[in-house]
């Protein structure tokens, strides 16, 4: 039952993106913000938790991921605040991605107070192709 949700909401839904501050522990002040992507369907705001896995097997993934970049940077763009985007090895290995990626970088020419943090860094064995998609961007 929860999977033909899921799956209709990822169809239907409308993804949103929160901003989570990033406190300095020392000066209590908000040092940066973070992109947080959820799903609002109906009335529900759905966690990714629930929905990322389900729509690799759709094979829409890449989309939410692209949607996620361009909105939280026409967010932040003209603000002096940083922005931190979560994305992961498979978003850097996808050629429609890093294509869209750079499309959008070429667009908005300033992206200064974006960062493009990757998860599992741990897992990161090919840093020639990460060297050679963001240093083009960054």
Same mark, same amino acid.
């Given at each position: 039952k929860n999977l033909a949700k899921y799956k209709e909401a990822l169809l239907f839904g409308e993804l949103l993106v929160y901003y989570q501050p990033i406190v300095c522990n020392l000066t209590d002040k908000k040092v940066k913000y973070e992109a947080l992507c959820r799903l609002k369907y109906k009335d529900e705001i759905i966690s990714p938790y629930f929905f990322i896995q389900l729509s690799k097997q759709l094979k829409i993934y890449n989309r939410i991921s692209i949607e996620i970049?361009?909105? @939280? #940077?026409?967010?932040? #763009?003209?603000?002096?605040?940083?922005?931190?985007i979560n994305i992961s090895m498979e978003d850097v290995c996808n050629k429609y991605f890093t294509k869209e990626i750079l499309? #959008? @970088?070429?667009?908005?020419?300033?992206?200064?107070n974006i960062i493009f943090e #990757?998860?599992?860094s741990s897992n990161i064995k090919n840093y020639l192709l990460i060297n050679t998609m963001f240093p083009s961007i960054i």
């Open positions: 970049v361009k909105k @939280a #940077i026409n967010d932040f #763009i003209d603000k002096k605040e940083m922005v931190s499309k #959008i @970088a070429r667009e908005y020419k300033r992206l200064d #990757i998860t599992e």
